[in-house]
């Protein structure tokens, strides 16, 4: 099982970026997802999770109204739409996957049972 994450880059504070999480191997069609991030220096911290259908999301205080989590169980994915990005923004953001079948969106990260090798975003200000 992969998930492979992309769309990370260089951006000016205010902008915008937009990463995707492909995963293969197996379907998580009926499995929660999520977006961790893990600035330099600090351990890994959740930053939003979906659940199965998309009906249930979570979010990071610092991230609420800023960034928004969708997916695509068509295409096996997950997506985190990142506006007006801050310094504090930046770090290496990993998607992750739970393994079980299940109705709920997670914030832990002992919830998830598969991450992707993370995607680098830096913030300039």
């Known amino acids: 099982v992969q998930l492979q994450a992309s769309g990370g880059g260089l951006v000016q504070a205010g902008g915008s970026l937009r990463l995707s999480c492909a995963a293969s191997?197996?379907?998580?069609?009926?499995?929660?997802m999520g977006w961790f991030r893990q600035a330099p220096g600090k351990g890994r911290e959740f930053v939003a999770g979906?659940?199965?259908?998309?009906?249930?999301?979570y979010y990071a205080d610092s991230v609420k109204g800023r960034f928004t989590i969708s997916r695509d169980n068509a295409k096996n994915s997950v997506y985190l739409q990142m506006n007006s990005l801050k310094p504090e923004d930046t770090g290496v953001y990993y998607c992750?996957?739970?393994?079980?079948?299940?109705?709920?969106?997670?914030?832990?990260?002992?919830?998830?049972?598969?991450w992707g090798q993370g995607t680098l975003v830096t913030v300039s200000s």
């Open positions: 992750a996957a739970v393994g079980a079948d299940s109705a709920y969106a997670y914030v832990e990260e002992l919830s998830y049972d598969y």
């Open positions: 191997g197996r379907t998580f069609s009926s499995n929660a």
């Open positions: 979906i659940n199965w259908s998309g009906g249930t999301t």
